[in-house]
């Protein structure tokens, strides 16, 4: 079982630059790898860190204003390549929603698939937000997976977003698919004997 959804409040990580690609979110020469495990310290690596690997100190995630388990970034998140490395790194890190306005379809699907809950708000929305956090680093954002709706606790301006039914399922009862099928089991045995 992993960490179920139900309602996330935190303050968030602001990255607004649009058509971030998944080589930007992990360099190609980190995914020989086959394991989770690290990901997360090399998520954006080459804007986070200098060629000899110190910090970067003008980069948001180097930044100690900015902290919290959702990132919000610009339109068009995920392009590029399908490596599901991508997502492992932004799990990894310890984030928990994405919000922008446009994802990539494939990268999208990956974030699900590894418990990263993708938000789409309007460019509105996102533009605000992006206002309020550079405004108070400490606006705090609402979450809530079951009634699929999103809050800038800030302003007070919330937007409802779509989500597959059964990934939101997955989600909220901390199942992957494997989960899912194991606890059907059941009931895929009961179709099979009614339909032999």
């Known amino acids: ?50 060629e000899d690997g110190s910090p970067k100190k003008d980069f948001v995630l180097n930044n100690p204003d900015y902290s919290g388990c959702i990132l919000v970034v610009g339109k068009n998140f995920g392009s590029g390549s399908s490596r599901e490395h991508a997502a492992w790194a932004i799990a990894g890190y310890g984030f928990r929603v994405v919000i922008s306005s446009f994802f990539a379809d494939i990268h999208k699907n ?37 009634k699929q709706t999103v809050t800038n606790l800030e302003t007070g301006e919330s937007e409802h977003f779509e989500i597959n039914g059964y990934k939101k399922h997955c989600l909220v009862n901390g199942l992957d698919d494997i989960d899912f099928l194991l606890q059907s089991t059941n009931k895929i045995e009961e179709w099979e004997q009614q339909n032999n």
Do not use: H
């Open 1 to 50: 079982m992993k960490q179920k959804f139900d309602v996330i409040t935190s303050t968030c990580v602001p990255l607004p630059l649009e058509n971030i690609d998944t080589d930007q979110i992990i360099p190609a020469r980190f995914l020989k790898a086959t394991d989770k495990k690290g990901f997360g310290d090399n998520l954006f690596r080459d804007w986070r860190y200098n």
């Open 110 to 146: 990956n974030e699900l698939n590894n418990f990263v809950l993708p938000v789409v708000v309007t460019e509105q929305f996102l533009a605000r937000l992006f206002q309020c956090i550079s405004d108070n680093p400490k606006t705090k954002v609402e979450v809530n997976l079951p």
